[in-house]
C-alpha cells in the first residue's frame, strides 16, 4: 500500500460541492462526487487556511486516517489541493439521531449494539498507538440505513509521530486534558465515551460504568478498552440467561398444554 505522504494530490476544485451542515469550528465539510461517487471534502475555512497549525491538522488527519480501516470508521480516500477527501456516509451526527429518535436508545439492544461499535472501533484507534481526544455526539455519525456507527475526526488526535496535540471535546473532555495536568492516554478517550453515555437516554443502563468512565483521577477510570468490554458482560450473559430461560418456560407450557390436551 502506498503511504499517505506519497499519495498525489486531486487537482479539482468542486465549484459544486454542496456545503453540508456537519462542519466543524475550523473546516467546512461538503458534498462532493468523483467518478460517481459521493464523497466527504472536507476544507479549511478561508480565515485558518494560511494558519501552519490548521493545516498540519488536516495534513495529520489525512495522514493517519488513510492508512487505517475499520468498518465503523470514516474512510479516507484522497487528499485534494485544498482538503481532504471521505466516503460519504448517509447518516446524521448522533446528537441529531437522537432528536428525531428519541425512542431508539431506550431499548437495551439498540444502546449495547451502539455501545459494542464505538468500543470497537475506539479499541481499533487505541491498538494502532492513536488517541481520537475529540469523542462526542457531532462526531459520531449514525447512517440512515441500519443505525450503524461511523467515527469522524481525526484532526485532534495523539499519535506516537504526532505528540503535539491540542485536541479538546469542551464538555466531553477529559480533565487532563483542560489543565494538562497528565499526559493523555486510552483514559481520555473513555472518559469521553462517558460523558457520551451520560448524555444518552440509556444513560440508566450504564449508571455504573458511567461513573467508572467519568472518574476525575485517571487511575480510577477503566484501564483500556477491553477492560471496559468486561464490566459490561456480566448484564449480557444476565441477558443471555433470561432469554434461555423464558424459552425454557415457553417450551415446558406448551408441552404441558400438549400432555393435558391428549388426556
Not at 444513560?203 to 471496559?228: G, H, N, W
Request: aromatic share 12%; charged share 25%; proline share 5%.
Amino acid at each position: 500500500m502506498d503511504s499517505a505522504s506519497s499519495f498525489s494530490e486531486i487537482q479539482w476544485d468542486f465549484p459544486e460541492a454542496e456545503l453540508l451542515p456537519v462542519s466543524g469550528a475550523t473546516c467546512l465539510c461538503y458534498r462532493v462526487k468523483l467518478y460517481g461517487k459521493l464523497h466527504f471534502l472536507k476544507r479549511l475555512k478561508p480565515e485558518f487556511r494560511t494558519h501552519p497549525h490548521y493545516a498540519a491538522a488536516l495534513q495529520k488527519e489525512f495522514e493517519l486516517g488513510y492508512v487505517l480501516d475499520h468498518p465503523h470508521l470514516v474512510h479516507y480516500s484522497a487528499k485534494t489541493r485544498n482538503g481532504i477527501l471521505m466516503d460519504y456516509v448517509d447518516g446524521e451526527t448522533l446528537d441529531k439521531f437522537v432528536e428525531h429518535h428519541p425512542e431508539y436508545f431506550y431499548d437495551r439492544k439498540n444502546a449495547d449494539r451502539f455501545l459494542k461499535q464505538l468500543l470497537s472501533v475506539v479499541g481499533y484507534l487505541h491498538n494502532h498507538q492513536i488517541i481520537h481526544l475529540d469523542l462526542k455526539p457531532s462526531n459520531i455519525l449514525i447512517t440512515h440505513i441500519g443505525y450503524d456507527v461511523k467515527l469522524i475526526d481525526l484532526g485532534c488526535c495523539y499519535a506516537d509521530c504526532y505528540p503535539d496535540t491540542k485536541g479538546s471535546t469542551g464538555e466531553y473532555a477529559a480533565p487532563e486534558q483542560k489543565d494538562g495536568s497528565k499526559k493523555v492516554d486510552e483514559r481520555t478517550d473513555i472518559y469521553a465515551i462517558g460523558r457520551i453515555l451520560q448524555s444518552l437516554p440509556c444513560a440508566p443502563y450504564y449508571k455504573d460504568v458511567i461513573k467508572r468512565c467519568t472518574a476525575m483521577q485517571k487511575e480510577l477510570r477503566f484501564s483500556s478498552i477491553e477492560e471496559m468490554r468486561k464490566a459490561l458482560k456480566p448484564w449480557q450473559g444476565s441477558q443471555s440467561l433470561f432469554v434461555i430461560s423464558a424459552i425454557a418456560i415457553t417450551v415446558f407450557t406448551a408441552s404441558f398444554m400438549i400432555h393435558k390436551k391428549h388426556q
